[in-house]
Structures are given as C-alpha cells and as structure tokens.
C-alpha cells in the first residue's frame, strides 16, 4: 500500500457494512449516539470486537455516550472508500454482465461502471444503461482511455482465466469475480470473489430436502 | 435434515463449485479422466482436502487412473442441488433485483425466480422478465400458491428484518440476503449471506490507493 494506513484484516472490512447498516438505521429514526453495546444487540456481534473493528477509523467514541452516530456513519462511508468513484469495466454483458451494469445500486458504494466488453456480436457496439459496450479486442486500448482500475468478471467459466490475464495485461489493479473459476495472478492485483454458486449450494444442502 | 445424508462442513459444500468448474473445463476438452493432483495443480488446493471434499459424494475414483470426468461433473452438479429447481420470490424489485431476476444464469443452477414483492407503485402490477410482481401485502397468501421456498432479499437495508420475518411468517425456508442487514431467524431457516458491500470494502481497501 502507497499510504501509511493500519493494515486492516479482512474480516474486520467485512464486519464494517454491518455497522454503516446499523448506524444508518439508527440516523433516521433520530438517534444520536451510540455505544458499541448497543450495536452488538442489534448485530449479535461482541461489543468488544465491534471496539476494535471501530479503532480502526479515527473515529473516538465517548465514555458512557458512545459515537455520534452521523459522525459514526460518515467515517463508515469514508473509511469503506464507498464515497470514493473507482472506475470499472464489465468483463462479460450476458445475463449476470448485464444486471450488474443495470444494478446502479453498485455507484451508491462507489463503484461506477463505465463499459462492458464481450465477444458476442450481438451485444458489441450497442449499449447498455448508456455504457458502451466494446470487442474484448479492444481493452488493453480502452482500459487507460477509460482510467477503469476494476475489472467486474462476469464471463463463462473456461474463459475466466484467460479474460483475468488480459484484463492484469491492461492495467487493471483489482478483479471481482463472478465466476465459480478460482483466479491466479500477480500478488499485486487484488481478487475478490463473490462466490454466488457456493451460496446457492450451501442453501440447497441445507434446506430440508424431500425426497426426488 | 429429513435425510439421512452426512453432514457436510459449509468450507466443503463452498468449494465443491471450483471442483465443477473445473470438470465442466476438462470434459469440455475431450478429458477422459482426472486426479486429484490435476484438479490440485489446477485450483491451488491441497489434493488430499480434495479427495476429502469428494468423500462426501458417492463416487469413487480409481487407483492411478482418478474419477471419471463426466461422472464426477453429473454427480458434482446433483449432489450441489443445481439439478433440481428450487422455486424462489425475488424481496424488492429495485435495481439489484430488478437484475437477479434478469439473470436468466441463476436457473441453470436451480433457481427459479417465479415472482417478486414490491411496495412500490410503479413496479406492482406490472411484469419483469416474464415475472409478476405482487403487492408486498400478497405475500403471505401468494407464497403457497407459487410453492416458493426460498427468498432472495434486495430490500432497503431499513425494511430487511421486516421483509424477513414476514417471509419467514409465510412459509419460506431459506433466505438469500444481499442487504448488509444481518437476519437473525429461527434456527430452522437457512440465511446465507452474499455480502457484495463487504466484498467492495475489502477491494477498494486492498488497492493501491492514490492521495485525495
């Protein structure tokens, strides 16, 4: 990292949108300070790992007054870098490709889509919710043009690897996967998977079955 | 369970779609057979917690030859439930579940959107996809009759324990939630989780971060 920031665990990141839910909640129904206790009643998490996953903020909470809770959220919004715009390319607009670049729900946390690539001739050259979208052939030459950082993975499995190669070839510094595909690449190219097959199973299997 | 199937570890369960995708790859390519130490090399997992992960399936691989490709890919995707359909109602219909139900990907691993619930005016009544989108009021009544077991929650994170519990109260089995909202339910309904704003937080933490 270029800056002088605590490295912050992931599973501590992870907790953090619980708490920006929480505490959003919270400012509109009025409420203006809260202490971690209460936050661990509504989250079931301990109130005293919510204290540490906070002290990563420079945010100070008050003895027996807890955090102001607008003070609480903005540094929440700050802190999760949601307020920031990262610039991302879709890397395949089938049916999952597409909903995400219509999802603009993403831009509310800072990610903005601004183009698709794909090989499908159908979808190339035309748009979609105003993004362009571009031949595969043409990423390392849009990526920089685009200033995208973040490659949004989205295409059929036995492509993934050879898309996430193309994509780190082009300059893009972080990919979120899509694909049930497990992606290897240079250290300094961050991966996040979001692994919405594994869930999909993991409720099956514990669903209580009838019997086929 | 109603079965009497082992119990299988979540870790197992989540990495059984890598081991898919990665037969599905093979077979694709005219792969006959394969070991666990191809699958290893492949995926960055240690072959011995393969062979482990595929104990819990009723296929057997063979001495030096390994599992037969297209038998392990059937009995990976039956075992995963991607075979079966699993009806489920889509919780807000906003943009992100304007787009699940959009992506048509999601029924070719079992999971059949038949509808959606929606408090707004502009969106009840009306048709997506080919899907009805029903007054949140109907829920209780219109669960039984689509025979829906799952929920998939989009809601505003302010409405999510709400939309659960009324789910929960009409009969459904499992909730797939996509609100940072942390659902707490009886013991008997599956949540997973699928935490697209923690994985953001996580990936824009980890990138290389330019001075503001």
Chains 1, 2 share one sequence.
């Not at 003895?63 to 991302?88: C, N, P, Q, S, W």
Request: glycine share 8%; aromatic share 8%.
């Amino acid at each position: 990292m270029e800056n002088n920031e605590p490295y912050v665990p992931e599973p501590a990141i992870s907790r953090l949108p619980w708490y920006l839910a929480c505490v959003s909640r919270l400012r509109a129904q009025g409420v203006e300070y809260v202490s971690t206790t209460a936050i661990s009643q509504e989250l079931n998490v301990e109130s005293s790992q919510i204290a540490k996953d906070l002290s990563y903020l420079s945010i100070k909470g008050k003895t027996r007054i807890g955090y102001e809770v607008k003070e609480l959220e903005r540094g929440l919004y700050d802190f999760l870098g949601f307020r920031r715009e990262h610039k991302a390319v879709m890397m395949g607009v089938g049916s999952l490709g597409s909903a995400l670049i219509a999802d603009s729900g993403l831009s509310r946390y800072g990610l903005d889509i601004v183009a698709g690539f794909d090989v499908n001739p159908d979808v190339v050259g035309r748009s979609l919710n105003g993004k362009p979208i571009y031949p595969l052939s043409e990423l390392s030459r849009r990526v920089g043009e685009l200033g995208a950082e973040i490659a949004v993975i989205a295409v059929p499995v036995e492509s993934c690897a050879e898309v996430a190669e193309m994509c780190v070839a082009a300059g893009i510094k972080a990919l979120w996967n899509f694909t049930p595909f497990r992606i290897r690449t240079a250290p300094d190219v961050v991966v996040q998977n979001t692994s919405i097959y594994a869930h999909l199973a993991v409720m099956y299997n514990r669903m209580p079955r009838h019997k086929d």
